[in-house]
């Protein structure tokens, strides 16, 4: 039996919810809500959870907690959960964020992780008074960032003479916590462009997609594929973003994603969208994060109702294990009303995705697209 896809959740430690609309939403970015949804995740069958970044109020995002001293305080509110970490190089050195993760690893009994993620949002950088570098020498930086990461938490002295980094006979002691299949920390990365399958190819564990449809995730699952066989790795494991909206019947589903749509916040959206579209466009072929995404698929910012998981429990379950059928490793879902969503989840949907699961054939690796894609 193939392995069973994994679960991990959006941490609102940002204000304004998963979606850019002014819809009722029952989703706090305080420690206290975090910390019982936390617990409420872990116990709903969610392995993973994923703490955003930002620096800056705007787009709807008015107020946002730390994600690595957010995460850090939700590792020590659970027992399992794997909290994963987003940073920016650029704003972090990779020797600094090395010793933070190795602490935090070794708090959590090894379940700190890392998301490296190579920045679009321009107006961060200038106002901290940092160089701001094109789409591609963004992710030139990543892949050196992530080189230097996986050195310094795995040899004895790291020297480095980069681009964009430099140490010199650097030391880490503790190191992070070392396990069978996983040497340090998991490191995470995001984005859509060639720049970005190509990095994900030679140097990380996890790729993350913005939502998409069965066709998108096969072309980047190959693409991402043929990177590693090229850099003689194995592929990194694929995670996708989705926003869930499961509900009794299809009819009350799609009438909560219309009034999503319908109460969008219209000035917060379109300023993201300028923001975002530029940076996807920067890209030499034009491949880049939004770069095709419409002012309803900028709603959710990371395209999430593109992967459609929007339906009765029945309905998405059975698209999850498509998804799972072409190589979709883990599923990033965020919700409107996170406490209630995730029970909803753990009762309603999880076991009907383990009982398909559990009729899959077991020559799974194939990885085909599904014929109704």
């Known amino acids: 039996m193939p392995a069973p896809v994994k679960f991990a959740y959006w941490v609102p430690n940002v204000s304004g919810g998963l979606v850019t609309s002014k819809i009722e939403q029952r989703t706090d970015w305080g420690y206290d809500y975090n910390r019982e949804l936390a617990v409420l995740a872990e116990n709903n069958g969610f392995e993973y959870a994923l703490s955003q970044v930002r620096y800056m109020a705007g787009y709807g995002a008015e107020f946002q907690h730390e994600s690595t001293s957010f995460s850090l305080a939700l590792l020590l509110a659970t027992e399992r959960l794997k909290i ?37 949002f321009k107006s961060e950088f200038t106002a ?19 080189r230097a990461l996986r050195q310094i938490w795995t040899e ?44 994900a190819g030679r140097v990380s564990d996890w790729y993350f997609s913005n939502g998409n449809d069965f066709d998108g995730v096969a072309e980047q699952i190959r693409d991402v594929g043929a990177s590693a066989a090229q850099a003689g790795r194995t592929a990194p494991r694929f995670g996708l973003n989705a926003f869930l909206i499961a509900r009794d019947t299809e009819a009350e589903a799609r009438d909560t994603l219309r009034e999503i749509i319908a109460k969008a916040d219209s000035e917060a959206v379109e300023g993201f969208g300028a923001a975002v579209k530029q940076a996807g ?63 909803y989840f753990g009762e309603r949907v999880l076991p009907l995705v383990r009982e398909l699961e559990a009729r899959l054939p077991d020559d799974h690796g194939t990885r085909s697209v599904p014929a109704h894609a």
């Open 84 to 120: 994963i970490a987003a940073v920016h190089p650029g704003l972090w050195h990779p020797g600094v964020l090395a010793k933070l993760g190795a602490t935090a690893d070794h708090l959590s009994g090894g379940r700190f992780a890392v998301n490296v993620v190579s920045g679009w």
């Open 128 to 146: 901290l008074g940092e160089p701001w570098l094109e789409h591609d020498e963004r992710y030139r930086r990543s892949e050196e960032f992530i």
């Open 156 to 199: 004895d002295h790291t020297e480095l003479a980069g681009d964009f980094y430099r140490l010199r006979d650097f030391s880490l002691k503790p190191k992070p916590l070392s396990t069978p299949g996983r040497p340090h920390p998991e490191i995470f990365q995001g984005g859509n462009s060639t720049a970005a399958r190509q990095m």
């Open 281 to 343: 466009r920067s890209t030499a072929d034009g491949k880049g994060m939004w770069q095709d995404s419409s002012f309803e698929d900028l709603v959710q910012y990371n395209d999430g109702f593109r992967t459609g998981l929007i339906g009765t429990p029945e309905q998405i379950a059975e698209r999850i294990v498509a998804y799972r059928r072409i190589g979709v490793d883990l599923l990033l879902l965020g919700f409107l009303h996170y406490h209630e969503e995730v029970a």
